[in-house]
């Protein structure tokens, strides 16, 4: 197996789990790919780990939510990345270990593993500050919750979340105005709402 089937495996992987446990996490997926793509480039970041880390980054997350744990998706994810990546011969350990780190650091850190977890960390805030991710996600929790309020306060949780992980000078230039603007609706949006 090379580097290239490896990306397949992961990204194969991932869309089979969000198949089975919630296919309304395929956009999301998508979103924080291309963005992972596009800011590999520009950091100049192995765009092959990149992809392996954003399709495992979250592989878990349907199943944990599934399972009413989603706060164990990052382990969950983790383990699922360390068994996928035994006997892979293509990568050296470090490679490997970076993957890794990217998976268990994609929430933020304050110091990142490597150029490639930084900007791991960073592509996932677009599905959560970015208007697509933003609106796409709420629709999600309206499917999810069927009561505004809830869905208020989840969808303020990962907007602040995201902003606050946000690193990259670029993903901030990005996503900054599109952070002002979310905050700025949901606080009228909750004014409206008591």
Not at 47 to 70: C, F, Q, R, Y
Not at 108 to 129: L, M, Q, R, T, W
Not at 144 to 164: A, C, G, I, T, Y
Request: proline share 3%; charged share 35%; aromatic share 10%.
């Amino acid at each position: 197996m090379d580097i290239k089937d490896l990306v397949v495996k992961a990204d194969n992987f991932n869309r089979e789990e969000i198949k089975k446990y919630n296919p309304d996490m395929k956009y999301l997926y998508e979103i924080s790919l291309n963005a992972g793509i596009r800011l590999a480039k520009k950091y100049k970041a192995d765009e092959n780990i990149v992809k392996i880390a954003i399709a495992m980054m979250d592989s878990k997350l349907p199943e944990a939510t599934h399972i009413g744990a989603p706060k164990q998706h990052i382990s969950m994810s983790s383990d699922a990345t360390k068994e996928m990546l035994k006997g892979i011969e293509c990568l050296s350990e470090h490679e490997k270990e970076n993957i890794i780190k990217c998976v268990e650091q994609h929430h933020g850190v304050d110091k990142f593993f490597s150029i490639e977890s930084e900007v791991v960390a960073n592509a996932d805030c677009y599905k959560f500050v970015s208007p697509k991710g933003v609106l796409y996600y709420s629709s999600m929790l309206g499917r999810r919750f069927h009561d505004f309020k809830k869905e208020l306060e989840q969808l303020e949780f990962k907007l602040n979340e995201k902003h606050n992980t946000i690193s990259l000078p670029l993903v901030k230039k990005e996503l900054e105005q599109y952070y002002e603007f979310f905050q700025k609706s949901i606080d009228e949006a909750k004014k409206d709402n008591n």
